[in-house]
C-alpha cells in the first residue's frame, strides 16, 4: 500500500496539483443553500477540520465527497480524477459515519471484511486484512462480537477499521469522536491522529469542538452558514483570526468595537466607545479613515495590575466584576468604567506576594501593541 | 416497580377480559360435548374430533384455505416490500401520493366494494381476452394478494422509515451496488417486519369471507366458507372442535412470534444504546 501511495503522490508532485480540490461546490436544497460555493484544495496525507456550529454545512459538505449527495454546481477532483458525477460505490473514498452505522447483522470481523468482499479479493487475502485492521484498533478479542455487545469506544474502532480496510484515497471522519463522553475523547484523539498517520491516509474530519480541530488537525477550515470563512492552521486560526466569527468561534476573545481614528504608515490608532484611550497597533493596516474596525484581543494578552500601568496607552481602568477559578489560572471579568466587561485570564503564578485581588477591587488592565488583532468584518 | 391495581382497574380488567375470552371458553368447552345439542350438555367426549378429521369436505377445504393463506402472504410479502421501498427510501416522486394511496385504499375500503370491483374485472377480462377463465384458486389468491399487501406494505414502510438509513449509506460507501445493499443489508435488518408482515398476511387471507365469496367459484370452497354455510344449516359441535384448534394454533403462532420479535427488539435497543 506503501508503494501505491507514494506512486501517485509522485504523480500527483509532478504534475503540481494538490491531492483533493473542491472547485466552487454549491448545494442546495430547495432554496436552501447550505454549501454556498466551497473552493478549498489539500494535500496527500494531511489531516484537515471542517469546523462550524451546527447547521453550517460540513456534514453535507463531507457527503457530496463520499457521493452520498450531488452538488449542485461544481466540481470535485481526487488525485487527478474528477468523481463529481461517480456514485459512492464507485469512489476510493470511505466514510466512518457519527453514528458508526455498523452492521448490526454481522460480527466485527465480518464488518471489517465488508468492503474488502464488494472488491472481490481471494479469501486468504482478505483473511489476512482483516487480522491487520484488528491488529491496528486492538480488536482481535473482539473479532467474533456483535456490534450491540462492544462499548462505544469499542465500537468506534471498529467502525474506523472498517473504513480504512480498503485503503482509501481519502478518509472521511463526521463527528468521528462525537458519541463518546469526554474523557475518552481526549484520549481516543491523539490515539486517532497515532493511527492515521501511521496508515498514511489523506483525512478530512468534521467536528463541531474547537479543541478537537486544534488538536488533530494540520489545518482548519472554518465554516458557517455553508461559506468557508477561514482556511489555516491551527495557529493561525488561533492568532490570526480573519474576522469576527472566527476570532470568537475559535477560543475566548474580547471584542472592542471602533473606527480607524490615525491612519500612518507604521501605526494606527482605533477609537472604541468601550476604552478611554484610543487603541494603539504598532503596525498599519488598508483602509480609510474612520471606517469601521473590531479589535479582538484574547483573555491572556489582558495583563491585570493594582497599580496603574506606566505606559501610557493601551491601558482602562475598571473593577472586578467576577472571578472564575480554574486553578492554574483564573479568568477575571473586569467592569470597565464605559460598563463594558472585559475578560482577563490571570496566571495564578502573578500573585506570589499579595493576596489576589477580589470581587470589586480597583485595577487596570494593559495589553502590548501587537497583542491584538484588527479586524475589518 | 410495582403498582397497587386497585379494585376498580381490577373489575375492569375481569369484565374486559371476561368479554373476550368467555365465549371462546364456552366454545371449547363444548367442543367436548357428547351430545349433538350444540347448548345442552351431555357429557365429556372427543367424539367431535374424530368426526372433524374423517370429514372429508372440511379436510380439503382446509387444504384449500391454508395453500391460499401461504400463496398470498409470500406474494404479498414480496410485492409489499417493493412498495414500501419506494414509498420509504426513493423520496419524493411525482404520483407518490397517488401511489400510496392506492396501495393501502384495500385497508380502508369495505371489503364488499373490494370483492364486487374485482369480481366485475374478471368478468371483464374474461369476456376480453378470455383469461381468467372461470374463477377459482386463482381469483381468489390475487383478491387476498391485493388486500394484504396493503398491510405488508405498511409494516414494512414503517419499519424503513425508522431505520437508520446511514448503515445502508455505509454498505454503499463500502462498494456495495444497490441491489446487493438490498439484499445483504436492507432485507436482513428488516426481517423481523418481513416475518411480521407475513404471518399478518396468513391470518387475514386465512379467514377473509367476504373478498372470497366474490371470487370464488363452484369447487373452490375455503373455510370460512364452508363453515359459514354449515352455521347457516344449524350449530354443530364439529364446528366447535375447528374453532378450538384453530384457536389452539393460531395461539401458539401468534406467542412464537411474539417472542422472536421481543428477542429483535432487544438486540437493536442494546445497539441503540
Ligand atoms: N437532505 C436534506 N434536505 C433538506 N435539507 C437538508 C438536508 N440535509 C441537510 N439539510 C439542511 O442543511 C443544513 C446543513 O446541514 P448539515 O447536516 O450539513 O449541517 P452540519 O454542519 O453537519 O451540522 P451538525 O453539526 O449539526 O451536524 C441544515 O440546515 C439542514 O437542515
Ligand atoms: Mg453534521
Redesign the interface.
Known amino acids: 500500500m506503501l508503494m501505491e501511495s507514494s506512486v501517485s503522490a509522485a504523480n500527483a508532485a509532478k504534475s503540481g496539483q494538490p491531492y483533493l480540490q473542491i472547485v466552487d461546490v454549491v448545494k442546495k436544497f430547495g432554496d436552501n443553500t447550505v454549501v454556498d460555493h466551497v473552493n478549498l484544495t489539500i494535500n496527500k496525507n494531511d489531516i484537515f477540520a471542517l469546523l462550524g456550529s451546527s447547521g453550517s454545512g460540513k456534514s453535507t459538505l463531507l457527503r457530496m465527497l463520499a457521493g452520498m449527495e450531488t452538488p449542485t454546481s461544481g466540481r470535485i477532483i481526487l488525485d487527478g480524477q474528477d468523481i463529481t458525477q461517480l456514485p459512492p460505490y464507485e469512489r476510493p473514498i470511505n466514510m466512518m459515519f457519527q453514528s458508526y452505522a455498523l452492521f448490526p447483522h454481522m460480527t466485527v470481523a465480518q464488518n471489517i471484511a465488508f468492503g474488502l468482499k464488494q472488491d472481490r479479493l481471494p479469501k486468504a487475502e482478505i483473511d489476512a486484512r482483516v487480522e491487520k485492521m484488528l491488529d491496528l484498533v486492538q480488536m482481535k478479542k473482539y473479532a467474533g462480537r456483535k456490534p450491540y455487545q462492544l462499548s462505544g469506544g469499542q465500537q468506534q474502532r471498529v467502525a474506523l477499521a472498517r473504513s480504512l480496510a480498503k485503503r482509501p484515497k481519502l478518509l472521511l471522519l463526521d463527528e468521528p469522536l462525537g458519541a463518546l463522553d469526554k474523557k475518552l475523547r481526549q484520549q481516543t484523539q491523539l490515539e486517532l491522529v497515532n493511527l492515521i498517520e501511521q496508515v498514511g491516509v489523506t483525512c478530512i474530519m468534521v467536528t463541531h469542538d474547537q479543541e478537537e480541530a486544534m488538536t488533530m488537525a494540520g489545518r482548519i477550515a472554518i465554516m458557517s452558514e455553508g461559506q468557508l470563512l477561514q482556511v489555516a492552521t491551527p495557529n493561525e486560526i488561533y492568532e490570526y483570526p480573519n474576522c469576527r466569527f472566527t476570532a470568537e468561534f475559535i477560543g475566548e476573545t474580547n471584542i472592542f468595537e471602533g473606527h480607524l481614528a490615525v491612519d500612518e504608515p507604521d501605526f494606527v490608532e482605533i477609537a472604541s466607545p468601550d476604552l478611554p484611550t484610543p487603541i494603539f497597533v504598532a503596525h498599519g493596516i488598508t483602509g480609510a479613515l474612520g471606517m469601521q474596525l473590531w479589535y479582538s484581543l484574547r483573555p491572556e494578552r489582558v495583563y491585570l495590575s493594582r497599580e496603574q500601568p506606566t505606559e501610557v496607552r493601551n491601558q482602562a481602568s475598571g473593577v472586578v466584576h467576577d472571578i472564575a477559578y480554574l486553578g492554574g489560572f483564573s479568568i477575571y471579568h473586569i467592569k470597565l468604567a464605559s460598563g463594558k466587561i472585559i475578560k482577563a485570564s490571570v496566571p495564578a503564578t502573578q500573585w506570589r506576594d499579595e493576596p489576589a485581588p477580589t470581587w470589586e477591587e480597583p485595577v487596570f488592565i494593559s495589553w502590548g501593541d501587537n497583542d491584538g488583532v484588527v479586524l475589518t468584518q | 416497580m410495582s403498582q397497587k391495581i386497585s379494585w376498580f382497574g381490577k373489575t375492569s380488567l375481569g369484565i374486559g377480559f371476561f368479554f373476550l375470552y368467555a365465549p371462546i371458553v364456552i366454545l371449547m368447552i363444548y367442543s367436548f360435548n357428547a351430545s349433538k345439542l350444540v347448548t345442552v350438555w351431555g357429557g365429556f367426549s372427543t367424539h367431535w374430533y374424530g368426526e372433524l378429521f374423517r370429514d372429508e369436505a372440511v379436510m380439503s377445504a382446509l387444504g384449500l384455505s391454508l395453500k391460499v393463506a401461504l400463496l398470498s402472504s409470500v406474494m404479498a410479502v414480496a410485492l409489499g416490500t417493493i412498495a414500501g421501498m419506494v414509498l420509504a427510501r426513493f423520496g419524493r416522486f411525482r404520483g407518490k401520493s397517488l401511489f400510496a394511496g392506492m396501495i393501502t385504499a384495500p385497508m380502508v375500503m369495505p371489503e364488499v366494494i373490494t370483492g364486487l370491483s374485482m369480481l366485475l374485472l374478471f368478468v371483464q377480462m374474461q369476456q376480453w381476452f378470455g383469461f381468467p377463465e372461470e374463477r377459482g384458486v386463482l381469483t381468489i389468491w390475487v383478491g387476498h394478494v391485493t388486500l394484504c399487501m396493503a398491510y405488508v406494505t405498511v409494516v414494512i414502510r414503517s419499519r424503513l422509515v425508522e431505520m ?1 438509513r ?2 445502508e ?9 444497490p441491489m ?1 445493499v438490498f439484499f445483504v ?1 436492507t432485507l ?2 428488516i426481517a423481523p417486519a418481513l416475518a411480521s408482515g407475513f404471518l399478518l398476511a396468513f391470518t387475514l387471507s386465512l379467514d377473509d369471507l367476504v373478498i372470497t365469496a366474490f371470487l370464488s367459484g363452484p369447487g373452490s370452497t375455503t373455510l370460512p366458507q364452508l363453515i359459514f354455510s354449515r352455521v347457516r344449516l344449524g350449530l354443530n359441535p364439529e364446528i366447535n372442535a375447528l374453532a378450538t384448534i384453530t384457536v389452539l394454533v393460531v395461539g401458539t403462532l401468534v406467542i412464537v412470534a411474539n417472542r422472536v420479535m421481543a428477542r429483535a427488539e432487544k ?2 435497543r ?2 441503540a444504546a
Open positions: 437508520d446511514s448503515v449509506e455505509a454498505a454503499m460507501d463500502l462498494g456495495a451496488r446487493k443489508i436482513p435488518l438486540k437493536r442494546l445497539l
